[in-house]
């Protein structure tokens, strides 16, 4: 069965990054996706010019209209902008048994903050908790937590262990950051630890790379593969997209991953 995916994200009209890269990734991915829009930004591959928010009651309602009459198999959930949003979207959603996938998006590749300062403490304690999987690059991490960025791997395990103290299921520390030929992941539960590594490759086309792999995690999650199993699956899939971003040609900027780099051989 063809798992339903729903996607609780910004849009990206360039269609690199958010709703779109998401909707990519969950049908490249073998899942059925569904959006909720929670903001639309004007934005290209040079950066991002304007955000507009969706009203908080309009969210709500575009969830409850899905909830009344589709199964919801796994949730991504990625943009959420202010206070209103992150307190809407977690009353939404504070009953549904499905997997979640918190991408915690709080600035873009450009440097624009797309989190208001004054709404990460309402992540950390309304949606953070009710995560299957949190998945924060290494500034996103060090944002919720209040300290400085990890600038190793022991760093990135001790901050991956505070951020599972507060309540998630799993996180995954994505350490893209860092230097070296290598991008280490670490996969943290309560079990113990995974470590990912794959070699870093050499482009600038990397808009959305968050998006797709947070994306492609619950649908892998949700067709039931074991949480390492997903997180392998969706980097491996994340990485060949990055590997294939250069055969597409789109902008001036940091372009797009190719999320249909299979059908497209």
């Known amino acids: 069965m063809i798992p339903n995916i729903l996607s609780i994200a910004g849009s990206d ?65 990625g943009m959420l902008g202010d206070i209103a949003v992150t307190d809407a979207v977690a009353e939404a959603i504070s009953d549904l048994g499905a997997p979640i996938v918190l991408d915690p ?13 004054d709404a990460v403490l309402a992540l950390r304690e309304r949606l953070v908790p009710r995560a299957t999987l949190l998945t924060p690059n290494l500034p996103e991490a060090a944002d919720l937590l209040g300290v400085s960025a990890a600038e190793d791997t022991a760093e990135m395990r001790s901050q991956g262990a505070a951020l599972l103290a507060l ?20 996969l943290i539960t309560p ?13 600038k086309n990397t808009h959305g790379t968050g998006c797709t792999l947070s994306a492609a995690l619950a649908t892998q999650i949700a067709l039931g593969h074991s949480l390492p199993e997903a997180v392998r699956r ?10 294939a971003a250069d055969t597409l040609h789109v902008g001036s900027g940091h372009g797009p991953v190719h999320h249909f780099h299979a059908q497209s051989r």
């Open 13 to 77: 009209p360039s269609g690199g990054a958010g709703i779109q890269a998401d909707i990519k990734a969950i049908s490249a991915n073998g899942g059925y996706a569904m959006a909720v829009v929670t903001g639309l930004t004007a934005q290209n591959t040079r950066g991002v010019d304007a955000v507009e928010l969706v009203s908080p009651a309009m969210i709500r309602a575009q969830i409850a209209s899905i909830r009344d009459d589709i199964r919801i198999d796994a949730v991504k959930i």
């Open 105 to 117: 998006v709080m600035v873009a590749k450009g440097g624009d903050r797309l989190l208001a300062a």
């Open 167 to 186: 309540g998630c299921r799993a996180v995954l520390m994505k350490g893209g950051h860092l230097p070296g030929n290598d991008a280490i992941d670490i």
């Open 191 to 203: 079990e113990g630890e995974t470590v990912l590594t794959a070699p870093r490759i050499a482009t």
């Open 234 to 243: 969706a980097k491996d899939y994340t990485a060949c997209s990055i590997a």
